[in-house]
């Protein structure tokens, strides 16, 4: 029993972002506790989708392929979400996006191969989403995401 509980909590302290951008599944229950919030998980045809909602926060939607990558994210809510968290590698290209945009209070919009990634808003109503091209589900379009 002691051994369960050991491994529970390294599995939670495992470190920031696993269920990142990219990253595997098994993190998401990590990020759930991260955020103080309830997971919602609704499985589709194509991909399953888990909603992190933690309360009077940020939400935090994340898209898992039938491989088990987070191929997409989304977030809206009253605050921008750790997105050094949930961008995981792609956090520094979406920094230089923000650094390029020549417009203050301008979305922040990446488009390559690589990454897709919007992001804009004001306090207390942001949102973005975000997916990597390669790991989309064929049959899902990635802008028509719920």
């Not at 302290?13 to 609704?42: C, F, H, Q, W, Y």
């Not at 977030?75 to 923000?98: C, E, I, T």
């Amino acid at each position: 029993m002691t051994f369960v509980c050991a491994a529970a909590v390294l599995f939670v302290a495992a470190g920031p972002g696993r269920a990142a951008l990219g990253g595997d599944e098994a993190s998401i229950l990590a990020d759930r506790i991260r955020l103080k919030g309830a997971v919602s998980t609704r499985q589709m045809p194509q991909f399953t989708m888990h909603d992190i909602a933690p309360p009077g926060g940020t939400s935090v939607r994340q898209y898992v392929s039938p491989a088990g990558k987070v191929f997409a994210i989304a977030w809206q809510g009253p605050a921008m979400p750790d997105l050094r968290q949930v961008l995981g590698p792609h956090f520094d290209r979406y920094v230089a996006a923000a650094k390029d945009s020549r417009v203050k209070r301008a979305p922040v919009v990446i488009r390559e191969s690589t990454l897709v990634l919007v992001s804009g808003g004001h306090p207390r109503a942001f949102s973005g989403r975000a997916y990597v091209p390669d790991l989309v589900p064929q049959d899902v379009d990635a802008d028509a995401l719920p």
